[in-house]
């Protein structure tokens, strides 16, 4: 702790302004009067300097003393952040609970992981190594899911190692390495590191996208496809179903490690959220969701600056995981609350306001933090990425509305919750003539090999069906079903079974909640043959009313029910009862 001190001569909400300040530094973490409360200082003016503190600042008087710590709000990176909660600056809530059970006291301190608990290493240098930035030197079976490697920090320069301790129970503050760097200068190594939270984590080398984000939802894997290390904006107004996606790209992508930042949102959903991911079962280990899952709980009702520094609390821990070669999801729920805190903060610091009262440097703050996201080759040389899954809450709905659209320009995926479908009880309500992904370029030749060479192109082919459907609606609308052609009506039948078929998933369903991409591809195979057979029965002049009564629509409907994901031959059966079907309706017909 450094001996310098300002001194409180304003108070404004969480904003606070202190003079005698000419030696701070800007982005500096202070301690705010006698209750020692954590901030950090945003601008500086000769010696007068503007504080957002991340605490209650009620009780806090002019004239009370600013001290300086001499660092950036940085975070303890290190064994025990997986399984944990914390809330926006990275104290964990179990330990805050037994201090205060109903709320959080103020100037309860930078709280972080726990120092005190001893940690199985192995050590995996031996003394005369030359250790690079990036390179691991221990590790900590952290949970029985992950292996937690621990990487030489990069602000440490290479060096030699001349001493190591055995393998055995440590400390985070323990000493197990010392290495002697090139000029001379020895340095302990533990097993914790800090790192700034606005400071990219370096990387080796940045590579381009070429892997899906498997989800096992079907409107996702096969419409609009994610891609590890890339970026998607989820939009959507409240009730159409942001939270429960995120739950199910949580609970099911592949991602190694998910990290959950529940930013502003409502204390009941942040509580459904706490009570629900504990209780999960990770469905590739069989062992709890929770041992490779950190969540950030920060309520609409706690301090705004803590909000706003909760996004990057998250994407710090994500970059530290992908150090290690992890692939890492972070879900940030909502980016719409960060925004409206860096509009509150903004407004206290009487900023020139923007659009609807956004600062001006909304749109680089919202780049600053998706450009974080990315596929990259780690320090240590393996390959590993951070994908960033923002939800936005636009007030009402209202898709251009600044935080919308300015997300919009930076993400690559962009899934549009649509309140006419959620109203309709049709979930995922993902808007399928809206939404898009720039990724399915990208991810073609890993969909060719590893799925089916013609995936794509069935999708291409549903998606006409439906944007042709969209046109069709709009005439049926204005004189109804019966002008149409019977061709135009089966193209109005079988977006009607893409819809039920495909794109509504049952969250809540045994066989429905998660899909492999196989069943996905056959599932899309037996759609296209019941339109190919059906479209030769319309061309013989065939009744839609009698297509339509071949028992086979239902079946099809109820395939994704009906059919479990480990016997997907059952797809291959059905795809031949379609044909078989129509070959006979159209034999009555000749």
Known sequence: MNDQFGVIQLINGPVVKGSQMASFKVNEMVTVGEGQLIGEVVSLEGDIATIQVYEETEGLKAGEKITATGSPLSLNLGPGMLGNIF???????????????????????????????????????????????????????????ILHKITLPAYIQQGKIIEVKSDGKYKLKDTVAVIERQDGNRINLTLMQKWPVRKPRPVGQRIPIYKPLVTGQRVIDTFFP?????????????????????????KWSDADIIIYVGCGERGNEMTNVLEEFPALIDPRTNRPLMERTILIANTSN????????????????????????????????????????????SGRLEEMPAEEGFPAYLPSRLAQFYERAGCVRTLGGDEASVTIIGAVSPPGGDFSEPVTENTKRFVSAFLALDKKLAYARHYPAINYLTSY????????????????????????????????????????????????????????????????????????????????????????????????????????GIPISTIRKETVFEEVIKMKYDIPNDQTEQLDLLGEKIIASYKELRQKYQ
């Open 437 to 540: 992904s720039a990724y399915i370029t990208m991810l073609e030749d890993w969909y060719k090999e590893n799925v089916a060479p013609d995936m794509l192109q069935l999708r291409s082919k549903m998606i006409r069906i439906l944007q042709e459907e969209e046109k069709l609606n709009e005439i049926v609308q204005l004189v109804g079903e019966d002008v149409l052609p019977n061709d135009q009506l089966l193209i109005l039948e079988i977006a009607r079974t893409i819809k039920k078929a495909f794109l509504q998933q049952n969250a809540l369903h045994k066989e429905d909640t998660y899909v492999t991409l196989e069943k996905q591809y056959k599932m899309l195979v037996v759609i296209q043959k019941l339109y190919e057979n059906t479209l030769e029965c319309v061309k013989m």
């Open 302 to 345: 706690m301090p705004v600056a803590a909000r706003e520094a909760s996004i990057y609390t998250g994407i710090t821990m994500a970059e530290y995981y992908r150090d290690m070669g992890y692939d890492v999801a972070i879900m940030a729920d909502s980016t719409s609350r960060w925004a409206e805190a860096l509009r509150e903060i």
């Open 87 to 145: 809330d926006g600056i990275q104290r964990p809530l179990k330990k805050i609970e037994e201090i205060s059970s109903i709320f959080i006291p103020q100037g309860i301190g930078l709280l972080s992981i726990d120092e005190d608990k001893e940690w199985e290493v192995k050590l995996v240098v031996k003394e005369g190594d030359l250790l690079k930035p990036g390179e691991v030197y221990a590790t900590v079976q952290e949970t029985q899911s």
């Open 226 to 250: 994610l891609a590890k290390g890339g970026t998607v904006g989820l939009p959507g107004g409240f009730g159409t179903g942001k939270t429960v996606t995120q739950h199910q790209l949580a």
